[in-house]
C-alpha cells in the first residue's frame, strides 16, 4: 500500500514538472517576442509536451474510469486546437481573412442555418423549425418541399442511396468470389483493372449513359467506389476464415448452406464492416466532389460557391458540415456493427489474463 501511494506520489510530481515545463515554454517565448516568427514549432513542441503528460495522467486513472478519461482526451484535445487557432488569428499570427477565428465561423454556420435563399429555394437543413405551420395548411406536401429544400438532406440522400446500390452488390460478388476458385479467377482480372481507376473519373462516363441532370448518375457514380471496397474486403474475409471452423461445422453435421450462415458469414463479419466503413468514407468524398462539379443543390455546392464569391467563413461551415456527416455516418455504421457483431466487442474487452 505504501509502496503504491509513493508511485502515486512520484507520478503526480512528474505531471506537475510537465505542466510547469509547458508553462514556462511559451513564457519564454511570449518574454521574447519570438512567439509569431516561430509559433509552428513551439506548438509542436507543446503537442509533445501535452501527450506525455495525458500518459502520466492516465496512469493515475482507476482502469474503471479510463474509458470516460479517454472519451474526455478526444473531446478536450479538439476544443484545445480550437482555442488555440482562436488565439492564433486574434494574436495575428494567422491571416483572418483566409482563417477566420471559429468564433466567426460558428456565426456563420447559425447564418447559414437560419437563411432561406429565395432564388435557389434552399436551405441548409430544411427549415423543419416550420413543420408545425406548415402541416396544417400544406399537409404532407409541405413537409416534403421543407425536406428536399436541404442542402444536407440531398447530400445525406446520394451518400445513403450510392452506398446501399454499391455495397449489396458488393457482398454478393465478394461472397461468390471468396467461396468459389473459378468465379475468382474469372473476375479477379476484370476487378484488378478497374478498381485502379479513379472512381471520379467515370464520372463522365456516367453523364453519357443516365440523365445529366438528375440524380442516377451521381449515384451510380457512389456506388461503384463503395462496391470495390465491400467486394475486395468480402471476399478477403470469406478466404482468410480457418478451415478448421468449416472441417468442425461439418464433424457435427452441417450442410453447405448452415455452413454458409453459421461459419463462413459470422466469421467474414470483421472484414465485411471494415469495407463498409472504406466504402462509407469513399462515397461521402464522391459525392462532396461530384457536387464540387456538377451540384446545384448539397452541402459539397454550397461549399464550393462560397469559395466562389470568396465569403471564406461560410466555406469553412461548409467544410465542418462536411466532417460532422463523416463523423454521424461513420457511428452509425459502428453501432451496427457492434449490434451485428457482439462477439467481436465482447472478445475485445476480455481481460489479457483472461485470454485463451
Known amino acids: 500500500m505504501r509502496i503504491m501511494?509513493?508511485?502515486?506520489?512520484?507520478?503526480?510530481?512528474?505531471?506537475?514538472l510537465l505542466l510547469s515545463l509547458l508553462v514556462m515554454w511559451n513564457f519564454?517565448?511570449?518574454v521574447l517576442g519570438l512567439f509569431q516568427s516561430l509559433w509552428l514549432g513551439i506548438l509542436l513542441v507543446d503537442f509533445v509536451i501535452i501527450v506525455f503528460l495525458l500518459q502520466q495522467v492516465s496512469l493515475l486513472v482507476p482502469p474503471q474510469r479510463m474509458s470516460t478519461f479517454e472519451k474526455a482526451v478526444a473531446i478536450g484535445f479538439p476544443i484545445i486546437l480550437l482555442g488555440s487557432w482562436e488565439l492564433l488569428v486574434r494574436g495575428g499570427i494567422l491571416n483572418e481573412e483566409w482563417f477566420p477565428p471559429p468564433t466567426r465561423i460558428i456565426v456563420a454556420l447559425w447564418n447559414l442555418t437560419v437563411h432561406y435563399d429565395e432564388f435557389t429555394k434552399t436551405s441548409l437543413l430544411g427549415r423543419f423549425w416550420l413543420i408545425p405551420s406548415i402541416f396544417p395548411k400544406e399537409g404532407w406536401e409541405g413537409v416534403k418541399r421543407l425536406f428536399l429544400e436541404s442542402h444536407v438532406n440531398a447530400t445525406v440522400l446520394r451518400i445513403l442511396a450510392g452506398f446501399v446500390c454499391g455495397s449489396i452488390p458488393g457482398l454478393i460478388v465478394g461472397v461468390f468470389m471468396g467461396m468459389n476458385r473459378i468465379v475468382r479467377t474469372m473476375l479477379d482480372p476484370v476487378i484488378s483493372a478497374t478498381y485502379v481507376v479513379p472512381k471520379i473519373t467515370i464520372l463522365p462516363l456516367m453523364m453519357?449513359?443516365?440523365d445529366p441532370f438528375g440524380e442516377t448518375y451521381q449515384i451510380v457514380t457512389v456506388g461503384i467506389g463503395v462496391f470495390f471496397l465491400v467486394l475486395i474486403n468480402t471476399m478477403t474475409g470469406v478466404r482468410d476464415i480457418d478451415p478448421i471452423f468449416l472441417e468442425a461445422g461439418r464433424n457435427y453435421g452441417a450442410n453447405r448452406l448452415q455452413l454458409f450462415r453459421h461459419v463462413i458469414i459470422p466469421g467474414a463479419l470483421p472484414f465485411i464492416f471494415a469495407g463498409l466503413r472504406l466504402g462509407l468514407g469513399v462515397g461521402l468524398v464522391l459525392v462532396i466532389a461530384i457536387e464540387f462539379l456538377r451540384g446545384v443543390k448539397g452541402v459539397g455546392y454550397i461549399t464550393w460557391y462560397f469559395w466562389e464569391i470568396m465569403v471564406v467563413e461560410n466555406m469553412y461551415g461548409g467544410l465542418i458540415i462536411i466532417m460532422v456527416l463523416g463523423i454521424l455516418t461513420t457511428l452509425g455504421l459502428q453501432r451496427l456493427e457492434r449490434w451485428v457483431i457482439p462477439w467481436q466487442r465482447e472478445e475485445q474487452a476480455l481481460p489479457e489474463g483472461l485470454e485463451g
Open 208 to 210: 453519357l449513359i443516365f
Open 5 to 16: 501511494k509513493l508511485n502515486e506520489l512520484r507520478e503526480t510530481h512528474k505531471i506537475v
Open 28 to 30: 519564454v517565448f511570449l
